[in-house]
Every structure is written in C-alpha cells, then in structure tokens.
C-alpha cells in the first residue's frame, strides 16, 4: 500500500530525520511519501496555525486521493481541524492526536499528554475532553521551555522525563503521549526510565492507517459526506 | 457601544434583512456595523466551508479590533473554529452556535437543534457534544430541502414547523434553537404555535456580547492566548 | 424594559450598595428595582437558609409578575430551588449562579468559583456538577474567614485574591466567578491583577434577564410548567 | 430501633394505608411511626409544592431528632430539596426517590420511573440527572390519567402496567421505579406481569434507614454541615 | 429470612472473626451462614485473582441457591465479575463494592476508598468509574504496607486513619469506604477521629441483601438472563 | 513478528475458517497460529460463558509469552474480564471488542454494534459504557434468530443487513461493528449495502497487535501489574 503523510506546517527541512523514523515502523508493503505545506505556518502550536494552515491541509489531502494513495496522515500531535479533514476524501485520513488517544485507551485508563508549550497544552487538552475521552485523560503537562534551550538536546530530554514521571507518579498516568513530534527522538529514553508505554503520534497515525487500508475501512460519510462543490469567492 | 458582526460567508446581500433584524433586539446604546467575508464560501453548511472560511473570518475580527469595535459576533449557527477565534483577539467575540447553546440551557432542560441540511445536522451535534453539554441535548433534526422549494417561504415554514414539533413532543425538547440565520423570520411563527423558547443563535451572540461588554469581560486569554506573530509563508 | 431583583435574604441594608453596582451595567432602557425579602433568613449560605426564603422569593417572583415587571433576577451565587422559582411565572427569571455559569462557560473552558463559606462552597460545587457541568469546573474555593474579619475590607481583598490565584495557578481556572454577592466591588481588583475575566453572579443574572426580555423569550412552559392552583393547609 | 416516617403532605388521610404496607417489609425490631405535614399542599406532585413543603418538612425532621427517632424518612418518590434535609439533623434521613434509585442500580443497568404526572416527570428526569445517575436512566413515563379516572384503580392499573411495559420493551429498562407512593399496591402486579424488579420509593427509604442505623451511618456533616442557628425574620 | 455469605478466598480461618462482625448487624429474622471457596486463591487482591475464583464464586452461588437460601451476599471490598454473579441464579446476590458504593452515595457527594495495595487500588477505581459513579469518586487510596507490618494491628489502624485523612482534607471526601474486609475492626477508629461515616463493604452487602429479601427484589432477569446449559469441555 | 490468536470457546472446528480471514489482512512480515482453548465452554454468549473460560484463557495467554510470541489477541467480540488478561503477562494482549471499538471512534461520531443473543448483546452494551465511551455508542442490536435458521446463511445475512440498516437509519449509527465472529463473511455484503464502515473485531484485535509490536507498545504494568505468585488451593 502506499501512504502519504503530510507534516502540517510549511518547514522542509523536519522531513528528512521524521520520514526516517516512520519507514523504521511501517509495515513490509507500504510504501511511504512525506511532504510538508506548500503555504501556511512554519509550525502548528495553538488554534491560529491549525486555522492558517487548514486550507493548505485541505489541498493536500485532496491531492493525495488524485494521486492514488490509499490512504492519508496527517503527522501532528494536534487535531487540526478533523471534521474537515474527515470530509474532504474518501480514503482513510488518520490524525496524530486522534490515533495516540486511541493507542493510549487500549494500554492502560488513564494517560497523560507532555507537550512543550503552554499554549498547546490547551489545546490539546481541550481535544481530548471534546472527542468524549476526557475520563481517560490524566493530565496534560507542557515543558514550557524557552526556544533557544530546546537547542540543548540532553535537557531537553530530561525536562521531558521529569514532566512524564509527574504525569506518572503524581497523576496517576499509565501511558503518556508525546504531544510533539520533534520529542520522538525521545520516546525511548522516557519509556525506559519510566517503564510505562510512551506514545508517538505521528507513528500512531501511520500505523492506524495501514490498519484501515488492511481492513477496507475508511472513515464514514455518513458522518463526514463529502460536500458538494460550492462557490468560493 | 459599537459592535460588529460578521457574517462567515462571501454573500453580501444577505445583510440587508440580517442587520435590521439584530438592530430590533439591540440595546438603545448599541451601535451595529455587519459584514460579510470578501473571500470564501457563499454560505457554510459542513466542515469544509467552516475550513475554506476561517482564515477570513480571522482577518476581519482583527480588523474590528484594530477599527477600535467593543465586541464581533460571528452571525451562525454553527461555531467555525472558536478556539482560533477567541484567540485572534483581546476584545470579546461571540459566535452563534455557543451563545445559542447558552441562552437554552437557562429555559430549559433540554433542547433540540432544527437546521436546514443533514451535513449541517452532524455538524452542530458534533458542537454541542464537544461542548461539554451533550447531556442537555435532545436532537438535532435537518429539514432536508430541496434548495429549489426554499424559495417557497410559506411552505419551509410548514416543514421547519413540523420538525421542531417532532423535538418537543417525541424528543423531549423544551427549547428550540433555529440552527440556521435565515430561520429567524419564522422563528415567532414556530414559538407560537409549540409554545416554547425558540432562539435564534445570531440575536443570541450579539446579546451575549452586548453582556460582556457591559461587565467589562471577554474570553481568557488563560484558556486562549493570543499567538506570539510568525512566519507564515 | 421594567425588572424587579430580588436579593433572596431579609436584610434591607444590603438594597443601596448593591442597586448601585446593577444600576451601572443596565441598559439604557432598563428600569431596575431592588427588594429583599420581608420575612426569611438575613443571609443565604447554605441550603437551609435557601429552604427557610425559598416560599418567600416565590411570593415575590408572583407579585413582581402581577406588578407588570418585565422579568425578575434573583441577586445570589447560590441557585436556590430553581425549579419552582421557573414554575412560578411566565415572565422569564433568572437567577445568579446558572447565569454566572453560562457567562464563564463562553469565556473560557474552565472556571472556578470562590467564595465565603466552606458550607456554601459545597452548595455550589453539588449545583455546578447538578447543572451537567461538572466538566467545566476547575474548582470551588472558600476563604473561609471569620465574620469580623470581614469588616477589614483590605485584608479580605487579598484573602479573595489569593484564594483566586490559586484557581488560576494550580486548579487550571481560566475564568472566577465570585461566589458571594458583597464580593463584587472586589471584582475589578482582582480582574487587573490575575489577568482573567472576573464574573459577579447578580450582575450576569440581570444581563442576561435583559437579553432574554429583548428576545422576547422565557422559560419552556414545557419544563417548568405552571402548576395548578391546590389546596394549602 | 424507631423510625420516623414523613408523609412530605398534608394530608392524613393517606397514613393508614401506608403505615401497614412500610410495616409489612420492616425488620422485626423496628418500630415505626408515621406523620404528615401539619401545614403545606395536600399533595407533592411539581417544584412549587416541594418548595411550599420544605420549610415544614424540616421541623417535623429536627422535631424527630429531638424525639430521639433513630432516623427519619421522607416518603416520597420525589427529592424535595435533600441538601436542607440533610443539613437538618444528624440522625440519618433517607429519602424516597433517592433510596429507589440506589437499589435500582444494584438490580440491573438501566431504570424507568413510571409516575403519574408530566409535571413530575420532569422533576423525576431532573433529580435522576442531577445526582449523576443519568446514564443508568432509561425513560420516565408519566401515566397522565385525569384525576378522576383515578378512582377506578382496575383502570388505573392497567394504565401503569402498560407504560412499565413500554420502558421495559422499548426503552429498554431493566428495573421499574413507581414514582407515585399511592402506586405501591399495583407494585406486585406489575413485577408478576413483566417479571422484572418493581421498586417502591417509601419501602426502599425505610430499609435504608435501617441499613444505616445498623450500621452506625448516617449522612456526612462534612457535606451537609449542620448550619449555626442563624436569625430568621 | 436465610443468608449465605461467602468469602470469594480460600481462606477458611478468616470465617471466625468476620461471621461475629456480620451478625452484630443483622436483622433480628435473619440467620447467616459463611462459607469460603473451596479451591482458588487465598486472598483476592488483583484482577488474576478474581478471575481464577470465580467459576468457584459461581459454584458457590448456585449451591446457595439450591439449599434454599434466600440470599447471597459475596464478602468483598472488590466486584468480582458481577454480571456472572448476577446471571447464575434467581435469588438476590450482593457484591460488597458495589453495595459500599450505593450507600456512599446516600450519605456525601464524594467518597473515596481506602484499601491496602496499590495493585487493588486500581481495580477498585476501574470498578467505580466503570459502574457510572465515576463523577462521585473523590479518590482511591492504597497504604501500600508491607505484609509483615500487617500484623502489627497498631500501627496499621494508624496508616490507614492517615490515608482516609488526606482523602477527606485534600481530596474532598465525605464518605470513606474501607476497601478491604480486614479492616472493618478499624472502622469505628477511623470513624470517630474523622468524623465522617465509614462504610465496610461486606457489612453493606449483608444489609442491601436483607432489604431486597424484605421487598421482595432480585437483579433483573432482563439485564442479567440466566444462560441456558451449554456444554463445557 | 509472531502473534497468537485465542479463541476464547472450546470449539477447534471453528479455526480453519477463521485463520484465513485472519491471514487475510495481516502484514507480509506477520506469522500467525491460532488455537481455542482446550477446555471451557463451546462458545461466549454471556458473562457465565466469559467466566467459565477465564482461566483457561490466562493459561494460554501465559503459554504464549512462554513460547516467545511477540503478541496475543483475543478474537472475540465481547470484553472477558480484560484486566485480568492484560495483567497476566507483559507482551501485549489485544481483545476484539476493544479494538473495534477504538477504530469505530475514529471512523466517526457514533458507531452501533450487531450481534446474535439479546444476552450477549446486554454483556457488549455494559462492556461500551464501561470502558467510559457511552456517549458515543448509537445503539447494540441482536439479531435473535433461533439457532437452526443460523444455518441458512442466505437468511441471516439478510437479518444482520436488516438490523444494521435500522441501526444506521433510525439509531443514527455512522460505523457498524459486527458483535460475533461468525459474522465476518457476511462484512462485506452490509458495507457495500450500507455504505458505511463495518469492522470485525477479531481482525481489528490483530491489526492493533501488529501496530503495539511494531511501535514497542504494550499494556501498561503500571495499570495492570502481573501479580506476585500467589497460594491456590
């Protein structure tokens, strides 16, 4: 099968270390592409980007049904505007936020989200109690660490550890989501130290969809009808 | 005060009878100014209008502000994006869907949606869900007319009629929300003959905002704070 | 428009400060009388002291209604037996902790409530989560200071303001509502210090009293019916 | 152990029956003794006659506790306004409605309260929602029998066991409440016919309070303390 | 009336002691026996060992049935598997948490369970949020004690008033339930000091069980049929 | 990698067909070997049945992890007992009923499960609202053919069509999920008619298993830890 995973923002140069990463965790027969935006916000970490960037998202989406792929990704740890997003085609379209929560609910009953920026914690927070999962959420941490240090990988990494195991140890996650996707690189690390499963959502999103494209399913339109076309001005 | 209210479609002849209906219910002190968007959908029905129209509608709430406005309404029945819309900005902005959900909730028990689309339909309950009050919702009913008989005034009226009796006597509604702005010339018609609330989700938002402005209040910008700029290619 | 508050306790003392404080938000076409009751409690908080007025607000809801008055208010952070203060008319009243709870909800997604008393706060924990709100509620706080106390103005300023904080800080509040209603000339202190909206529960009550008179809507009949007139030993 | 049981109405008429059937199901040392309210509606049935009630239902409460009663019960398929109940006394006070309710959900996932009323069905659909019960609630059906036809209890009966039939059936209940106490002597029938548990309010309030009298309980002072005398006009 | 209790273990030395606790609260008709299982593990502790007892449990229960009981309660702070419970026979059984649960509710709006290992503790948390009363659960505390320290009764008594203190101070809780049959000697210790009612399931169970003898209930066939005999290799 | 695959029943006869199914959808790298249990009931249609097979499926779950399988399912549609199956060993196990229920909320808002006995279908409901996703269930529906006519299969493909047709139209079901494992040959046909997503739990178990192993995800020890050794008699 043959999937494409959008990065919902408009920065090139995150493509080469991540694409590397899904291609350790696909399936034997997928085939994977990754692309960014053409146009839109350099990154996603509040509702304005996902608002900027959804257009682009759109387009994408829609360009992937023409060029056959079987089904979509879109690699975030967000939920940018998953109605849309469900709509626009009729091949399967995974989400990141979406498919970590899904994962998470499967290994254990409460999981907690580590995120780094304040502004995104709300966001994200927000998805989860608004996808009707909110008894399963334990908390959502943000590192809030200012840009330049986050060039400090190892404490980065640690800043990371020490807001999981509060999640963990204080309140009372059994699974934690890495909500962002540059904090892969990490999820060994934190998973070891802390023996408890710790989630990549963008590795979700991939792995849900080959599951959809195995199975013949696709998201409903009963649910998300694809909208007739309409004048735009 | 001086409040401006958005319509989140490029149709600008919709504003004639739309301005003069918010301007009976508005405050004596109340001065009102409605737009429409200059780009995107002529009307929003489904997640990809509300998609193909938001960053639009961004543009003009903060061109409100920057024109010194008290308060924006986004005029609809549903609620297009309104993390990124309460973001966007300092001054209050209420939309229709949340204001007419909150005005129900205060008459009664139960409510129940009527709109015009089964696209529509899924939308709003998706909202009302997501909103944290779902327990309080009872339906959702679309109307599901041909575009062409909508025309025939006399005859929506009939059927809009007989789908918000079905919520009250079958459904359990108490109060009726018109899910749909160009409801609201049947909306007396409706509430006379079933003898219960009926909102219409515009008045509603620029009602509410009428509220918070008097009360010096406006969305938290704990919850939604407003974007540090970035680069948007 | 013609409104009649009706601070549900027996103590006239409180009428001038507090119609001044309505009195400032009104609209400009908005007449407001202010009564107490005549017999009952000298204050409201705990569920007692609602059981020992509750006969009496009704009294004075039914006068308010054959006086002509547009809509009546009850002036209280408490919800005290809203369901048969609903019956008791048809002209729409509303009372101060569901507005105030309506209010926040659109402002944020979680607010907290402080307010005097440890016994009034559970009163107002048990009706938040018996509203269906529950999920909205970060957490209610009592100051829990002595009555004489009280009369210090400045310390208890910084006691609400502490208590706020807190809310905000460690509860993850996003919005207060002040729990009490001597509480309200606190408001804008603690409004510019934490830096999120502040909500004062007998002003929300007349506002949205206001939206509803102008909206010409009311209470669901099909909710809170009248009852019929019974036989009373 | 003594029992006090409170018709929560004024009329004595209705005690003679009621006292042989609490009678027939008490435990053998149990001793009972049964009132009505000295003043108020001679029926319970909406909001208003709850809230006319109250005040006389706490002193024939705090008039037990001084009259040294084990506990107290309000014989009632109605909550008419707990908090205050509780708040009253320290002896335990159980209420009809809610001891149903309790027993209910030890007996099968879902209950239906058949009562006779609309206007207390809706109270009945209130106070089962309010007490975070709701998903265990399958239907409420209100018989609404004119009040004359009440006289014929063959018809009556018939009346009830087809709307017990209906929540079983169609709405799928696993357990019926009555939610009217003069319904107790179809109770039988209705359990034979549809072979499912029928729960009586004023039973299940009694054992109840001899379940918490055994063993030492009663409601806690820490949610329902006990207010400080206070003045009262 | 007949009851026959039975410790879900195979543990018969626990009889002695916890038969003089159950029969201090009886009713004065009633006459208990107490049985363990015969085979299966020695405590329950864990979901494991809930699974390997309870086709034993189910034997149990079926012979109950056969001599002519007229109730079964099963003598645990856990719910092992209650809808197996509930389909095997026609007369009433009781689980012990979910009975401790039903009065908990009647006597706060929160309670928390307090209970020995942490390997229980969220057994016991799943049990109360999975039955629905998730939203009156304030917390579930483990003292994680070592098992040698167990025999030192003194000390014990003093961790487990320590745990039910934080969960009463700090987690809001009205009600404790002592989650383990052990503990009931301490109860009346815990009950005093901290001045909320302090509920031991077993006892709870032995109760409800009488009540629904008295009234003539047992789980409802419809939510819990029995099965048809099915071959079993 | 290796998975195991356990029928829950006693019925070898049934794994020719199944395997294939299985085999089907699995990935190129996957090896998979399916066995029933070698005692306990011929199959699960009810709680008694899940709790006559529970051990026996924890003696299999735990053989496997000994013969170094990398994963088991459980290839049901119903829930048994699974915190005593994920507790049992660290590999990971994943159950039909959950993982079909995981990919029906992402496929859309509601989903409706069809399934055979009016008693399994009362076990699959609990099992929904149990695992805290109620309010995204539409409805569970059992077909209720006697067992004989099961064998024209030409008829029961049409029923199951039937009542997915009803649960879709009437119910507002936007995915179906096929409640018994006999079911999946007919998947195809209702998909097609229905136009909406139809998901067979036991193939949903194996494509979640073959997601946790690639990604290096396992049940979480810190909810379900395997317990200590423990005497049974």
Not at 125 to 151: C, F, K, Q, W, Y
Request: proline residues 6%.
């Amino acid at each position: 099968m043959k999937i494409k995973i959008i990065l919902p923002n408009s920065s090139p140069e995150l493509i080469k270390d991540r694409i590397h990463e899904r291609k350790a965790i696909a399936g034997k027969g997928t085939k994977i592409d990754m692309i960014c935006l053409p146009k839109g916000p350099v990154s996603v970490e509040n509702a304005t980007d996902e608002a900027r960037a959804i257009p682009h998202i759109l387009d994408e989406i829609k360009r992937a049904e023409q060029e056959k792929y079987d089904a979509v990704t879109i690699d975030c740890a967000m939920d940018p505007f998953p109605r849309a997003i469900k709509e626009a085609v009729k091949i399967p379209v995974v989400i990141g936020g979406e498919a970590s929560r899904l994962l998470a609910t499967a290994l254990g009953d409460k999981f907690s989200v580590v995120t780094m920026l304040p502004s995104a914690a709300e966001v994200i927070r927000h998805n989860v109690e608004a996808s009707g999962m909110g008894s399963r959420l334990a908390s959502v941490r943000a590192i809030d660490t200012p840009v330049l240090e986050l060039a400090d990988h190892a404490k980065v990494k640690e800043i990371i550890l020490q807001e999981a195991r509060i999640a963990v140890e204080e309140d009372g996650a059994h699974v934690i989501i890495l909500g962002c996707a540059g904090m892969s690189r990490i999820l060994t690390y934190v998973q070891e130290k802390l023996q408890v499963p710790v989630i990549d959502p963008g590795g979700a999103a991939l792995k849900i969809a080959e599951t959809l494209v195995s199975m013949g399913l696709a998201q409903s339109k009963r649910c998300f009808p694809t909208p007739p076309s309409k004048e735009i001005k």
